[in-house]
Structure formats: C-alpha cells, structure tokens
C-alpha cells in the first residue's frame, strides 16, 4: 500500500518552493531515497547522523526563478537578494552570488561570511533593529549599504559620514501595516513590530535626513512577515511604497531603490499550496509597475529578499532511529540522534514538515503511528507528532524534508551535543560544507579561573 503520495507527486522543476523533496528525489531500484544522485543509506554510512544534506540543483533552480521572474514582469532593473539567515555559509554565500544574487546580513557574522563566500559588497545590504557600533562601521568600511532601521541607526550614520566628510547612500525600512495570515512570532509588517520606522513617522523622518550634511536616501524597504500563501499582502505592499517614493519626493527625496523583503511561502506538508515564485515575482511586480505609472514615476531598482522559498526544499535531515517506548493505548514514542537542537522549529513554532523512512520511503506495511522525539531534555522536543511510518526499528534512518530553511541557522548546542555536519549533494558526489562538531569543540570557549585550578 502506497501511503507517502508526497514522494509521488509531480516535480516542479521551475518553482522548488511547492514541492515538498529536493527537485533530484528518486528512489532507487532498491527502493531507497536517493538525493542529487547519492543513496542516503550510503552517505550516513561515510559521514554518520544526524546530517544536513543540501541539493545543489534545487537551490539553484529556486534562484534561477526568482531571476528570471524579475527580468520577464518588471520593465526596470532588479535584483533578488537572499536573507541570509535563513541558512548562512560560506557555502551558501559563494553559491548564491555565483547565481547573481545580493544577499541580506542582520549582524558583522554573517556580514563576514557573505564577503568570505565572495558576494561583492555593493551587492549585500546590512539589517537589524540594535545594530551595534562595531557592526555599523564594519558594513561602512566595507561600502556595504545599511539599512536605517531607527533613529538610533540614522544618529550614528550621520555622525560617521560627517566624520568622513563624504556622502553615505541609506536605505531605510518601514512598517507598512499589512497583516497577513501567518504565525504571530513571525509577522513583521504591522503596526506593533519592534522592526523598522512607523508609516506616520515618515515625513518627520524625510525632514531629518533632509537635515543632514551627507545622508542620501537610496532606497525603501519593507518586510511584512514569512511563510506567506497569499498574494494580496505584497500587492498591496508594492502599490504602499511607491506611495511613499511619491511622499518622499515631496521632501527632495529622490528614492531609486524599492525592496519590499522576503516571504513566500514553501510546501511544507500536502495541504500547504503556496503561490510559485513566477506568480510571485509577477504580483509583486504588476503592483509596483502599475503605482508607477500613475504617479508618473520612473521605475525604481526592485529588489525582494527570499530566504525561506530560496533554500528551504532544498535541504534534508537524516535521522538516526534508537530508542522506542510504547505506551499502551497512548503512543508510541520513537526517539532519533538529533532534535530541537538542529531544528529548533518544532518546539518554537510548532511547525510541520513530512518525512519517511529512507530504507522504505513509500510502502508503509502497516498503519504504525509514532511520535518522533529528539534526545533532548525537553519533553516538548518532539518532531512529529503522530506520524505514519513503514515498519522500522533501531538503526534504521528517517528523512525530513524541508529543513534547508532555520534550522542549520537557528540551531544550537544545547546539552552539549554538537552541530551535524553539512553536505552538498551533485550528480552522485557529496561533498562536505559543514564539518561535523565534535563534544571537544564545545569546550573551546570554556575558562576555569586559575584558583578554581588551583583548589582541585
Ligand atoms: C526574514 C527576512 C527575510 C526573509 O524571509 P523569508 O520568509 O525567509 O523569505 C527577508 N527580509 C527580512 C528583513 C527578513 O527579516
């Protein structure tokens, strides 16, 4: 009986983001998961669990798409910039700016390792509501743009560029009040957000940089939240922004810059149903196009922030099974090598994802429901709650689609237990981008004070 329709559905190719398996899934005639060309079974035997696994081919047909939806909808210059947290590396940064993208940093870290995978910096634009003085003049001293998120942002960029005595290029990032029907932690767009200057702040705000010796606005941005289905939202959000390059002019402000952030949805599970990144690209870019043409304005450089429908399909984790706990007429707990603290999601967001077996990836030979625990501490460190396998036991590995998106990034070392290794996967070769953490790594950072030596 053939349960897993996900793994049987049609591929599309050109959209990543609605499918729920990188675009190379296959099962072999041994009927095993196989990844860009590579038997997972294989790949834990060589680089043990858990492991990230990343295909290089998805990835790239998800920046391909944004790209080209850009060059075919909008009539102007544009340009997709990744938000590099949702998976940040040198890896990743090299891979991204080899496909033309910019990318976003929200700290010096990830500032560093876009310079260090290669994206040049007048591609890379820096964020964050607490920019710390370091930060801001690492961003400035490498000529990359910052993106004015407050007041506090704005006094120091003014201080600096007086200090120089030279123009700086600014952009700044605004809340538009757009909600959308996504999970409260991650909405961003509306009123009540710590991110960004409030709509009617504006005019006070364009007056401010008016007074400035050096300050020149270069461009507006918005992001209005994540994991998002419709469309409407950033219809609207085009047609909101131009509205304020139009505002903007007023005060002598000429803003040719309009980047309207991330959001996109991906299929998580077979009910989710995003829009493709072309029906995407184009809503956003009839909005901003049709604003344009009836303020008579000159079209401005777009460019929107994809992180999520960018990397998330394209990343799995294998899993190894251990322990299993039945309790009678309650559940049955099957616990893995990995959990929250390589996918903190589960326990934050209570998010969902599919997974299988990889020794049986469609046949499920009975109707087992299982809980997916992690090893972890928590009795909240749950990845799946009720999930239908095949047959399995100790020893045997469980793949999760779809966590190419926060969870390498948002992951930690808690108990100690040490990060996964990372790899890419390719026409059949695997090759590593994250060495595996080691329990000694951990304690690198680790001071006993010399009495504390002493007293021992
Ligand atoms: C998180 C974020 C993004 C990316 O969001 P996705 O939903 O992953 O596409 C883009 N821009 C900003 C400012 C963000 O905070």
Wanted: charged share 25%; aromatic share 8%.
């Amino acid at each position: 009986m053939v349960k897993n329709s996900f793994l049987k559905e049609k591929i599309d190719l050109k959209s990543p983001n609605k499918n729920i398996t990188p675009v190379t899934t296959s099962i072999g005639s041994d009927g095993k998961l196989s990844i860009g060309g590579c038997s997972i079974e294989e790949l834990v035997e060589k680089y043990d669990s858990p492991l990230y696994i990343l295909d290089e081919i998805t990835l790239r047909n998800s920046c391909r798409a944004y790209k080209k939806a850009l060059q075919k909808y909008y009539p102007g210059e544009s340009l997709p910039i990744y938000a590099s947290k949702a998976n940040s590396s040198v890896f990743m940064s090299n891979l991204i700016s080899s496909e033309g993208l910019g990318l976003d940093a929200v700290s010096e870290g990830e500032l560093l390792t876009a310079l260090k995978g290669g994206v040049p910096n007048e591609k890379i634009v820096f964020h964050g509501n607490n920019k710390s003085d370091k930060e801001i003049e690492f961003a400035v001293r490498n000529n990359i743009k910052v993106i004015v998120d407050n007041d506090f942002d704005l006094d120091r960029l003014e201080k600096i560029s007086n200090s120089f005595n030279h123009d700086l290029e600014i952009m700044i990032r605004f809340t538009p009040g757009i909600e959308c029907h996504t999970h409260e932690y991650i909405r961003t767009g509306s009123f009540d957000s710590k991110f960004g200057f409030g709509i009617e702040y504006l005019n006070t705000l364009f007056t401010k940089i008016s007074n400035t010796k050096h300050l020149k606005l270069k461009g507006l941005h918005a992001h209005i939240g994540s994991q998002i289905f419709e469309l409407e939202p950033h219809k609207d959000l085009g047609e909101i922004m131009v509205n304020v390059i139009v505002e903007a002019q007023k005060f002598g402000h000429n803003i040719e810059e309009l980047n309207v952030g991330g959001g996109l949805g991906i299929k998580y599970i077979e009910s989710d149903d995003p829009p493709s990144i072309d029906e995407w690209v184009k809503t956003v870019s009839n909005s901003v196009v049709k604003a344009c043409k009836k303020n008579n304005l000159d079209f401005p450089t777009l460019m929107c922030e994809p992180g999520r429908s960018i990397v998330s399909t394209a990343g799995i984790t294998i899993y190894k099974i251990g322990a299993f706990k039945e309790i009678p007429g309650v559940r049955t707990y099957l616990s893995v090598d990995g959990g929250m603290s390589d996918n903190p999601r589960p326990i934050t967001y209570q998010s969902n994802y599919s997974a299988c077996l990889v020794s049986n990836p469609l046949n499920i030979s009975s109707k087992n429901k299982y809980t997916i625990a992690g090893k972890h501490c928590e009795s909240g460190d749950v990845l799946f709650k009720e999930i239908e396998l095949a047959d399995c036991k100790t020893g045997d590995l469980i793949c999760v689609f779809g966590t190419g998106a926060y969870n390498n990034s948002m992951s930690s070392n808690y108990n100690r237990i040490p990060r996964p290794a990372a790899l890419l996967v390719y026409d059949g070769e695997a090759e590593i981008i994250q060495m595996r953490e080691s329990p000694l790594d951990l304690l690198k950072y680790d001071v006993l004070p010399d009495r504390f030596i002493k007293q021992n």
